[in-house]
């Protein structure tokens, strides 16, 4: 048996254990995405970094056994900030097409993560509760869902109404706007309909006019 | 020359009193709006219709749900569409728990620190206070959640109707949430119409509300002078004349050259007759105040009682009769109309002309502050000099202001006083 003390609160955990294994024994969770249960772990998504005391760097708690008299802190600004940059740089690389994904609507276990600690550039659509079948621009209606910042869970779909974007652009519209084309819409209806609270937005302002050109 | 510049809180926007004082007396008062210019009706124009309701909404985070619904109305009235009996009974039940929301913001957390000698409530260790304005709020809240999807910002209310019909047990939830919190209603009225109000005069006594003859006007067409002379809302530029003063971004009003109020005191004075029966019998309590511009306090708190016993028979007849799920349904038409209701702050209008494609070619919104501005300038010149000299004048004076509960915008909140003595 090893004694450890997570959060403040001791256990005897079983040696070899993973700090992970350990957390969970005292009911704390600490978030994972490439981590299975069962199989070796890979850690490779850094997203489980935790902080051991006399040990410099954060380490991935999937993967690193516990040992005597050993101190863990599982939420710190530091682990915030190197949790919020691993989900950065898998959103980056992320074809992000969540209204036409089945995962959309609170079961998209990086979206939650990415919701949790502050990760820009998150669409609507991955709020909305319409399946992709049911998705506005499925039906022909625009929706400006994918070029919208999340946040309010979708609610004006909730509501029989196609969200206008009053939350502001993404970071990516580019990207969104050639989402909602391929739906068959113009751009210049797409930005007709996002300048209504948008247009105000300096970025989104010339984004417009370049392409109207 | 002599400065003084003080800021002051708890108005909501920007707005400033100068007071000009030369050899002792009084030279000039001027009420400022300065309020940078906001341009809602010039970008409104040329959108679509069905985009009006959501841009006005953004005028105010206060009284937006009164202001969606206005803009509704006049759309409605200029595609001629009419809206269903269970329509118009939804928006009232919208209107009532706006008025709830903002009458019971307003008079606790602006007005009651006045009198209870503290700077802001929560700093107070008032907590059954805190606690009763809570649970009101929350109550209104609700009641606008249901029926419109969100408590600010509303959603679900467009031309034509709701697009979402609120279901009876939300009609029974709302109903118990009202009739738990009716009797915090009655002790707010208690405690604002016992409150010692100064004694100000106004030297203006013209006032207009809604009035339709059946009941407490919160919606119609009928705007009323003074309970004696009525006219058609639609021909408001007739009788209300606009103008401009240099110093202020608000227009001002005037009927037949004068300076005249709206709000809760004005419709209670044209309207009293068609309170709820507890309301209308508490109304004797403070009668004399109601010439009085500090009348608007009880008056508000008599009116969200009123909003309670309207909301809570509305909601019986619903949930008795049952709720019928109803699509809006109607035809884009070219035309001009006119809509109006009684906001928390008084009289609202919206304007739009459409063209053939409901695109909007006009637009034009008079706020009840616009409306009260000359009337808070009047009062205030009147009785600056009763203040002149004596130390808590900045006090008084906005005491006065504040009574009017005027809604410079939506986003900051500071009162800027200047005396300028030479
Ligand atoms: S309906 Fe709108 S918000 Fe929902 S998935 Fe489709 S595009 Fe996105
Ligand atoms: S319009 Fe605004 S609130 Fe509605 S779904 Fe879009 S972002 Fe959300
Ligand atoms: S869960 Fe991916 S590294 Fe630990």
């Known amino acids: 048996m090893t004694k450890v003390t997570i959060d403040g609160k001791e256990l005897e955990a079983a040696e070899n254990s993973t700090i992970l294994e350990a957390a969970e024994k005292l009911g704390i969770s600490i978030p994972t995405l490439c981590h299975l249960k069962g199989v070796s772990p890979g850690s490779v998504c850094r997203i489980c970094v935790v902080e051991v005391e006399k040990v410099a760097r954060l380490v991935p708690s999937c993967s690193y056994p516990v040992s005597e008299g050993m101190v863990v802190k599982t939420e710190s600004r530091r682990i915030r900030e190197a949790r919020r940059a691993v989900l950065e740089l898998i959103l980056a690389n992320h074809a992000q097409k969540c209204q036409s994904c089945n995962m959309k609507g609170g079961q998209c276990e990086f979206m939650k993560l990415s919701k949790e600690y502050w990760v820009e550039g998150l669409p609507v659509c991955n709020e909305c509760k319409l399946s992709p079948q049911a998705c506005y621009l499925n039906r022909g209606v625009l929706c400006l869902g994918p070029i919208t910042q999340l946040g309010c869970d979708g609610i004006c779909i909730t509501h029989g109404y196609s969200c206008q974007g009053c939350r502001g652009p993404i970071k990516h519209v580019e990207e969104g706007i050639k989402i909602i084309e391929r739906y068959g819409f113009k751009v210049g209806d797409v930005l007709w309909a996002a300048r209504k609270y948008s247009g105000g937005s300096r970025y989104f302002d010339e984004l417009s006019r370049s392409l109207e050109k | 020359?002599?400065?003084?510049?003080?800021?002051?809180?708890?108005?909501?926007?920007?707005?400033?009193?100068?007071?000009?004082?030369?050899?002792?007396?009084?030279?000039?008062?001027?009420?400022?709006?300065?309020?940078?210019?906001?341009?809602?009706?010039?970008?409104?124009?040329?959108?679509?219709?069905?985009?009006?309701?959501?841009?006005?909404?953004?005028?105010?985070?206060?009284?937006?749900?009164?202001?969606?619904?206005?803009?509704?109305?006049?759309?409605?009235?200029?595609?001629?569409?009419?809206?269903?009996?269970?329509?118009?009974?939804?928006?009232?039940?919208?209107?009532?728990?706006?008025?709830?929301?903002?009458?019971?913001?307003?008079?606790?957390?602006?007005?009651?620190?006045?009198?209870?000698?503290?700077?802001?409530?929560?700093?107070?260790?008032?907590?059954?206070?805190?606690?009763?304005?809570?649970?009101?709020?929350?109550?209104?809240?609700?009641?606008?959640?249901?029926?419109?999807?969100?408590?600010?910002?509303l959603i679900d209310a467009v031309v034509g109707g709701f697009n979402v019909t609120p279901s009876i047990r939300k009609i029974e939830e709302l109903l118990r949430i009202l009739k738990e919190t009716r009797e915090d209603a009655v002790e707010s009225f208690h405690l604002f119409s016992d409150l010692k109000l100064p004694e100000i005069e106004s030297p203006e006594k013209n006032h207009i509300s809604l009035k339709n003859g059946s009941e407490y006007a919160l919606t119609g067409r009928t705007i009323s002078l003074n309970g004696e002379e009525e006219f058609e809302a639609g021909k408001y530029k007739a009788k209300i004349a606009e103008t401009v003063v240099p110093y202020s971004t608000s227009k001002r009003c005037r009927i037949n050259g004068r300076s005249f109020y709206v709000g809760a005191r004005a419709r209670i004075r044209i309207n009293r007759d068609f309170l709820a029966d507890e309301s209308k019998s508490l109304v004797s309590s403070f009668e004399s105040a109601l010439d009085n511009p500090m009348g608007n306090i009880p008056a508000k708190a008599a009116e969200v009682?009123?909003?309670?016993?309207?909301?809570?028979?509305?909601?019986?007849?619903?949930?008795?009769?049952?709720?019928?799920?109803?699509?809006?349904?109607?035809?884009?038409?070219?035309?001009?109309?006119?809509?109006?209701?009684?906001?928390?702050r008084g009289t609202l209008i919206h304007h739009y002309v459409l063209d053939d494609k409901g695109f909007v070619k006009y637009a034009n919104i008079i706020t009840p502050t616009t409306f009260n501005c000359q009337h808070i300038e009047d009062t205030l010149r009147s009785n600056v000099k009763k203040f002149l000299g004596s130390s808590d004048m900045v006090f008084q004076l906005e005491r006065i202001i504040r009574a009017y509960d005027p809604c410079i915008s939506c986003a900051s909140h500071f009162l800027d006083l200047t005396v300028r003595r030479r």
Do not use: W
């Not at chain 2, 019971?104 to 006045?114: F, S, T």
């Not at chain 2, 909003?307 to 349904?329: F, M």
């Open chain 2, 1 to 153: 020359m002599n400065n003084i510049s003080k800021q002051i809180s708890r108005v909501v926007g920007h707005c400033k009193l100068e007071v000009d004082v030369s050899e002792g007396s009084v030279k000039d008062v001027r009420f400022n709006i300065n309020e940078d210019s906001r341009f809602f009706e010039a970008f409104m124009l040329g959108r679509r219709y069905d985009d009006v309701p959501e841009i006005v909404t953004r005028i105010c985070g206060t009284c937006n749900a009164n202001h969606r619904i206005t803009s509704i109305v006049a759309l409605e009235n200029a595609m001629g569409v009419k809206a269903s009996e269970q329509t118009e009974l939804l928006r009232k039940l919208v209107i009532n728990g706006s008025l709830i929301q903002s009458h019971m913001l307003h008079l606790y957390l602006l007005v009651l620190p006045d009198y209870i000698g503290a700077d802001d409530l929560f700093g107070s260790g008032k907590t059954e206070y805190v606690r009763r304005l809570l649970n009101l709020k929350r109550c209104g809240n609700r009641m606008v959640e249901v029926l419109c999807g969100r408590p600010i910002q």
């Open chain 2, 305 to 344: 009682l009123h909003c309670y016993d309207d909301s809570i028979q509305i909601l019986e007849g619903l949930a008795s009769k049952g709720v019928k799920e109803e699509r809006p349904k109607f035809e884009i038409k070219s035309g001009e109309g006119v809509g109006v209701t009684e906001s928390t």
